[in-house]
């Protein structure tokens, strides 16, 4: 039976203020603002590539929260599911950024404590919301933001799974909203249900306490939770402007592993939600194929190794443009002349 979406996502918008060019944010008189949030960057990614994708969340119904509005609908990403905050303290969640240029790292500032999307409930969505999508994706950053948003996503979890939806779930570890102890505990409680599981090899060492090769760690989460897909991706910063990047993906159900080279050396520009554009590209692969684990690595990659290379959260791409970047990485070729 087809349903109306794809895939949604369940997550905070966020206004993102930086500085121009390589400015630090304590002396800048300029801040350049984008729109961003790790499950609405996966949901504009999916949709970039051709899905039909929708955010399920909450923003403040004054005029910030009307720009974030009007960038999901930029992205062709449905609001259906974004519901308003008209209470007199309503905010939207910021944060601001600075790039880095070797020795000199990134740095991020929140100012998001007590925004609109803290006060999201259950009961601001309808019950048909739950059979609508092929796929609900959420991440743990969704988890952290208090108890009662993490109870109203568990329970919207279990409410997707039990009308079908595949369940896709990022780890997402951020220690500035809870400690590895709180994560594990949460996040343990709600692997059941989980089909597809994101989750790097260093966080799953560090907030799981796994050991063992990267491959061992992957395969035990499918062997004590009913996952069906564990990608891990793996990144090498050379520098703030020069990254590699890969993944593997685990096939629980044909017990094997795929991956492929890294894509390396790459020029970055921005790389914030390149994991989230991973992300986007390899459920890309699994929802438009029998779950081709071998197809999502590929998407999932290649998205993210583009997204690095555009300023701001989200990535600008088209499907054309990404399978052309899977070809040559795939020949080998470099793929940086300009065709004419």
Not at 2 to 16: F, I, M, Q, V
Not at 53 to 81: C, M, W
Request: charged residues 25%; neutral net charge.
């Amino acid at each position: 039976m087809s349903k109306k979406y794809d895939l949604l996502t369940l997550g905070e918008l966020l206004l993102r203020l930086s500085p121009q060019a390589n400015e630090r944010m304590s002396r800048t008189k300029i801040f350049e603002q984008n729109i961003g949030g790790a499950e609405f960057n996966v949901a504009a990614g999916a949709a970039q590539l051709g899905l039909k994708t929708g955010l399920v969340g909450k923003i403040p119904a004054h005029a910030i929260g009307q720009l974030a509005r009007n960038e999901v609908h930029f992205q062709n990403v449905s609001d259906e599911y974004l519901s308003h905050d008209n209470s007199a303290d309503a905010r939207l969640g910021v944060y601001y950024y600075e790039t880095g240029a070797a020795p000199r790292k990134p740095g991020i500032v929140y100012d998001r404590k007590h925004s609109s999307m803290t006060s999201l409930s259950i009961d601001d969505f309808p019950e048909e919301m739950y059979s609508s999508t092929r796929c609900f994706h959420t991440c743990g950053i969704t988890l952290a933001l208090n108890e009662q948003v993490r109870k109203a996503a568990i329970e919207m979890m279990k409410r997707f799974k039990k009308a079908g939806a595949l369940i896709s779930f990022d780890v997402n570890f951020r220690g500035n909203l809870w400690s590895g102890a709180k994560a594990k505990a949460c996040i343990e409680e709600i692997l059941p249900i989980v089909d597809i599981f994101f989750c790097s090899d260093s966080t799953a060492r560090l907030t799981f306490l796994k050991e063992g090769t990267p491959e061992e760690v992957m395969k035990s989460f499918a062997d004590e939770y009913p996952i069906s897909v564990v990608a891990a991706t793996q990144r090498i910063v050379h520098s703030p402007k020069r990254h590699s990047f890969g993944s593997v993906i685990y096939d629980a159900k044909k017990q094997t592993f795929v991956k492929e080279e890294m894509y390396k050396d790459i020029e970055v520009v921005d790389r914030i939600g390149s994991g989230d554009a991973y992300i986007s590209g390899a459920l890309y692969g699994l929802l438009t194929s029998e779950n081709d684990t071998r197809k999502a690595l590929q998407y999932g990659n290649a998205v993210s190794a583009l997204k690095n290379t555009v300023p701001g959260d989200l990535p600008s791409m088209t499907l054309c443009e990404v399978e052309e970047m899977i070809k040559t990485h795939q020949e080998g070729d470099n793929g940086l002349e300009m065709k004419r």
